[in-house]
């Protein structure tokens, strides 16, 4: 491997460093320390651009200095960072902070600190104001807990990737991507926000930009540990980079390792240009073997060979522990926004709670493959990843039931036997009006029935005339008056309706999990099945719908099955697309042929799976399927995940 000039110039580069540039406090102090300013700083108390009120340095990098300020006419903290003086006439550096306050501002994103001002002083200083943020970095979290709970880490590597493909989308690389860059804000309900910072060494990969290179061939920036095979060697980056750096974090959150590390620099980096990508299921055993299949493509040497964005090793890594995420149901808190229904919903998040408890997962522990999936057989429920032997009383299996405690199977099978019998003499003596309800056994009849009641009826009503929180008030206080009524899992069904409609997502996913527990028969309506879907694009909601659809009746659901194969093909946004088809692909075993193949053909990156799904070209030469098929041979591989695919699958017989 070449020796390339390595500059610190920026310096998120080889040496330690402040948390960030709107960090607070700096990671070498305890968090429970004072900030210390320097004793003789004259910015400290000063008032800049004649409106941020210098408050303490918390900060400092090789470009600059940070401070905490505030705004004298808002009364908002910011982040201040403020280029030191013997930069003033480095072009290069006034030019490279100046793209870092452009790539802040264009980057309008939650989890990426946004930059609210920028501008030269009188003395000939640049600054740029920032978000000030009230977090920990990521390096901070990992020194107490090198290995976060999966859950955990996946949320924060959720959050990690949408602001990469937002940066990206606007063709923005941040090419310093690190724990130390990454701030983690604690919130409600145990939840975590993941911050973004310092876009110090970000370059724009558009056209415009490209023609004028702010870094010279051969000159390396970033950090050793986090760095791709090509910015070691000093040559030109792109998102393939970005994405690169995330599969090492990835990697260290879900193992508690770096895949590559080494006291010596050289050394370090020639395991990034040459070293072998290591197992991460040996460096943490209760991870599926599937993993290292995607930190393959993730830390693979050559660009072209990783994913085709962050989103799709991002959907990669959540397909491999898809069946952690299915155990880990209880563990997902319901809060309504709306006060009057909090009881409801938690009522409703017990319920979902038992019902990720006993349904098993219907998903694979593997990355699925063309070859497991295109049969026409159901498939079977499958144990959790990691679930012990059920546990036993007197020798009998038991099943866990709320508040019922451990109950023995033989004793659930007499009480269901007595249940039955008594049912069944109970239906014998019933008046006519009963047994015309029996009749109406489809789901639509049953919901038209309850729309027709009075109350139902007059809630909706007012829902369909804009007043949507007084229609949940009232299905609210008629599950609490009845809540043990035949017809309560449709009530919950409409109720859910009813919080997607004013964006309560949170909510309606749990008044879907209690309808869906209750009467298994509701998953196979059409209405909640795509109001759920819908769902997947709320950032409050979309983990849980997401983790809904994958346990209980919703994930048997031929219906379900059918709309996500659908949503593959004509969802409203990429992102919607690719979500559909990843939960898509988890029950390809229960769609039709045809559909099936449409699936694939969206979905895949691997040649050998297109291949099978091109060999049915004459049975599916009438359906949609087929004409995608003729699509692809004649080289149109716009619906491809990856363009090189194309040449395995242009002009195929």
């Keep these: 491997m070449s020796n390339p000039s390595i500059t610190d110039r920026d310096a998120p580069t080889m040496g330690p460093r402040s948390t960030a540039a709107a960090s607070a406090p700096a990671p070498a102090q305890p968090e429970d320390a004072p900030r210390a300013s320097a004793p003789s700083d004259p910015l400290v108390g000063a008032l800049v651009a004649s409106r941020f009120r210098v408050i303490e340095r918390i900060g400092e990098g090789g470009m600059g200095a940070v401070y905490l300020a ?135 990969t558009g056209a415009s930009e490209s023609d004028k290179p702010l870094t010279q061939t051969g000159v390396i920036f970033g950090t050793p540990h986090y760095m791709s095979p090509e910015q070691a060697m000093g040559r030109r980056v792109d998102a393939a980079a970005d994405q690169y750096a995330f599969g090492v974090l990835a990697f260290e959150l879900l193992t508690g390792r770096k895949p590559f590390d080494h006291k010596n620099l050289l050394e370090l980096l ?134 019922l405690g451990e109950v023995p199977v033989v004793v659930i099978v007499i009480v269901a036997l007595s249940v039955v019998v008594n049912l069944s003499w109970s239906l014998a003596s019933t008046s006519g009006r009963r047994a015309r309800v029996a009749r109406a056994s489809s789901t639509s009849e049953r919901i038209a029935a309850l729309r027709a009641q009075s109350d139902v009826s007059s809630a909706l009503s007012r829902a369909a005339h804009g007043d949507v929180r007084s229609a949940i008030d009232a299905l609210v206080a008629r599950k609490i008056a009845h809540p043990n009524a035949e017809d309560d899992a449709l009530v919950s069904m409409q109720l859910a309706m009813l919080y997607a409609a004013d964006r309560q997502g949170v909510a309606a996913v749990g008044a879907f999990a209690n309808a869906t527990s209750r009467d298994p028969q509701l998953a196979e309506d059409e209405a909640l099945v795509r109001t759920l879907l819908r769902l997947l694009d709320d950032p409050g909601a979309g983990s849980s719908a997401e983790t809904l659809l994958r346990v209980g009746a919703l994930a048997r659901s031929r219906t379900a099955a059918r709309v996500l194969a659908e949503e593959t093909v004509f969802g409203r946004s990429q992102d919607a697309r690719r979500r559909a088809g990843r939960l898509a692909r988890e029950r390809l075993a229960l769609l039709d042929a045809a559909s099936r193949a449409r699936v694939v053909l969206r979905t895949s990156d691997r040649c050998d799976e297109l291949q099978s799904v091109m060999a049915q070209r004459a049975t599916l030469a009438t359906t949609p399927a087929g004409a995608d098929i003729e699509r692809l041979r004649a080289g149109q591989c716009a619906m491809l995940l990856r363009r090189q695919l194309c040449q395995c699958v242009a002009g195929r017989n």
């Design 270 to 403: 020639d395991l990034q240009v040459n070293g072998a990508v290591p197992r991460a299921s040996s460096a943490a055993p209760d991870l599926p073997a599937a993993i290292d299949g995607v930190f393959d493509r993730l830390l693979a040497k050559s660009p072209i060979e990783r994913f085709s964005s962050v989103s799709d090793a991002m959907d990669a890594i959540d397909e491999c522990l898809a069946p952690a995420l299915a155990t880990a149901t209880a563990q997902l808190g319901f809060a309504a926004t709306h006060p009057a229904t909090s009881s409801v919903v938690a009522h409703e998040k017990t319920l979902y709670a038992a019902q990720g408890a006993i349904d098993a997962p219907t998903v694979s522990n593997t990355a699925p493959t063309i070859q497991d999936h295109l049969q026409t057989t159901a498939p079977s429920a499958l144990a959790p990843a990691g679930a012990t032997a059920p546990p036993k009383i007197l020798g009998l299996p038991v099943i866990r039931m709320g508040r």
């Design 70 to 204: 505030e705004h004298t006419a808002l009364g908002k903290k910011v982040a201040i960072k403020i280029l030191h003086a013997d930069m003033h006439s480095n072009a290069e550096v006034r030019a490279r902070f100046e793209r870092e306050a452009m790539a802040m501002a264009r980057l309008e994103h939650e989890n990426i600190a946004s930059a609210s001002d920028f501008g030269q002083l009188d003395d000939g200083a640049f600054f740029l104001a920032m978000e000030f943020i009230e977090g920990r970095s990521l390096r901070e979290l990992l020194a107490e807990t090198p290995r976060p709970a999966t859950l955990r880490a996946l949320k924060l590597l959720r959050q990690i990737a949408s602001a990469l493909g937002r940066a990206h989308s606007l063709e923005i690389v941040h090419r310093d991507l690190k724990p130390e860059n990454i701030l983690v804000v604690p919130r409600a309900a145990g939840e975590e926000l993941v911050k973004i910072i310092d876009f110090g060494i970000a370059r724009f």
